[in-house]
């Protein structure tokens, strides 16, 4: 093989090598992304939570949230 068709392998080789990683990253992203908004989703259930909760402990309909059971 001369030479141009040694670099032109070469190049060729290390495209694949790059679309694979790429093919790689883009899955790792899209993961992260959905893990991300199942988060923003917990998170926001929660703090739907919290504040039912402290609501519901202003209007004195439930016992406070640090009172200790009587049997302590």
Do not use: S
């Not at 068709?5 to 093919?23: G, H, K, N, S």
């Amino acid at each position: 093989m001369n030479e141009l068709q040694e670099q032109l392998i070469e190049l060729q080789t290390r495209v694949a090598f790059q679309e694979d990683t790429l093919t790689q990253l883009n899955q790792v992203v899209a993961k992260q992304d959905q893990e991300i908004l199942t988060l923003q989703q917990q998170l926001r259930l929660l703090a739907k939570r919290l504040d039912d909760a402290l609501y519901q402990q202003e209007q004195g309909d439930e016992k406070p949230l640090d009172e200790r059971p009587p049997h302590y």
